[in-house]
């Protein structure tokens, strides 16, 4: 993984998110969230209950507040 470009976490269950940072300006820098369930202890639970569809909405939640949160002024 790139320092400072990668952070990945694993839950207990064995899924992971990954945040992916690239400067797109002097001041701007793209986020990009994923959500792997293929490492996950019980991937077909994830799926009947439609985690990976919840966990994009969490996605997009998470991105607009980290947006809000460092906005430049």
Do not use: C
Not at 36 to 54: R, V
């Amino acid at each position: 993984m790139e320092e400072n470009r990668v952070v990945e976490w694993q839950h207990s269950l064995g899924h992971r998110w990954r945040w992916e940072l690239a400067e797109v300006g002097q001041d701007a820098t793209k986020v990009t969230e994923t959500f792997d369930y293929s490492t996950a202890k019980a991937p077909m639970l994830i799926e009947l209950l439609g985690m990976q569809n919840k966990n994009a909405q969490g996605i997009e939640s998470t991105l607009a507040s980290l947006a809000d949160r460092f906005a430049v002024l």
